[in-house]
């Protein structure tokens, strides 16, 4: 079982903005170091430093990830990321904020749940071996160390930790009865809504539209990217940033994407809900997303960019001369009477 810390992260290479086609990191190593060395190594990451020296052997990457060292400063609890491919500084870097609390809570909810089931099985192999002193030998079958209902709680609690680290849903919970496991958890209505994507390209530092047909192709790097954003909650998305009182009382979470409809690449948001919204609350909830898209969320994520290849692709959710959020049906229905006006 491992309890290593698996992070969506966005490297940079050399202080560059660089998104690696994999942006899965998985944290091989947590070391902490004191607030002057920590300052000195985010201040200068391409400088050679001893505390990556010394643990960069730890670090590298394959086809499935990059594997990191979270170097987390001792009272700040900031962390910084480092892939230093063998060399002695950061050639591969990202800040964490609030590092040490990422941290401290999975392992505080891990080790609770690993510390219970550690004390049933001692509690168990004691009754098993003392059962067996009058044997010749010590024989206790494998079954018997595992399958008792104390250390199959223990088990299925354990589960349901590891779990909630993997899952957008925060209430799942395990349960077990006559051998089978069942995962209870809220089931929540979902709700889509289609809008215009806007995609440029760097050509002489002029950015220079691509055509939504021909945007297709970026559509696993655009998604790839809106999951590796730290600034985008991976439980509930747009909703961290959410103030509304109703809102928060019916929507769970908000999670834009990509995706290709009827031949071309259209932003698609993803709305979990917990009750039904009305039609005011329909009103507010795309007035909501409209304003993260234009002038916070989405246009933060359009301004920084990402090199695809040699290429630097800008993706607009919320700048779109048409803009609109519709439902898939309302997006359809728009686009069976643009067919109709072409023929």
């Known amino acids: 079982m491992s309890d290593k810390i698996k992070l969506n992260v966005t490297m940079k290479c050399k202080a560059d903005p660089f998104i690696p086609d994999n942006n899965l990191c998985i944290v091989e190593d947590i070391v902490t170091i004191p ?27 394959d086809s499935t990830a990059m594997h990191c060292v979270l170097f987390i400063a001792e009272n700040r609890g900031d962390g910084f990321l480092v892939d230093s491919e063998g060399f002695d500084y950061a050639r591969y870097s990202q800040f964490i904020s609030h590092a040490a609390d990422i941290v401290a809570g999975q392992h505080r909810r891990l080790s609770e749940a690993s510390e219970k089931l550690y004390s049933a099985l001692e509690k168990n192999l004691d009754f098993l071996v003392a059962e067996s002193r009058s044997e010749p030998h010590y024989r206790i079958p494998i079954d018997a160390v595992f399958d008792t209902p104390e250390i199959n709680e223990c088990l299925l609690e354990l589960a349901g930790a590891l779990l909630k ?5 925060a209430d799942i919970k395990l349960s077990c009865d006559d051998r089978i496991v069942t995962i209870d958890g809220d089931k929540y209505d979902s709700l889509r809504l289609i809008s215009p994507l806007r995609v440029d390209t760097d050509e002489l530092i002029i950015k220079t539209s691509v055509e939504p047909e021909d945007a297709l192709k970026y559509a696993s790097f655009i998604n790839n990217k809106i999951e590796g954003d730290l600034t985008l909650s991976m439980h509930v998305g747009l909703m961290e940033h959410c103030t509304d009182e109703t809102l928060k009382d019916k929507v769970y979470s908000i999670m834009p994407s990509v995706e290709k409809m009827n031949g071309e690449l259209v932003g698609v948001t993803t709305v979990m809900l917990k009750r039904p919204l009305d039609e005011q609350d329909m009103d507010i909830l795309k007035g909501f997303i409209a304003d993260q898209y234009a002038h916070k969320w989405g246009a933060a994520f359009y301004d920084n960019g990402a090199y695809y290849g040699d290429e630097r692709i800008y993706v607009g959710f919320g700048n779109t001369e048409d803009f ?6 309302e997006w359809n229905q728009s686009q069976d009477e643009g067919l109709a006006i072409q023929q």
């Open 165 to 169: 680290e993997q899952t957008e849903f």
């Open 35 to 61: 607030d002057d060395d920590f300052m000195e190594m985010i201040s200068a990451p391409i400088r050679d430093n001893p505390h990556i020296s010394l643990h960069k052997d730890s670090m590298y990457a």
């Open 324 to 329: 609109q959020l519709m439902t898939e049906e």
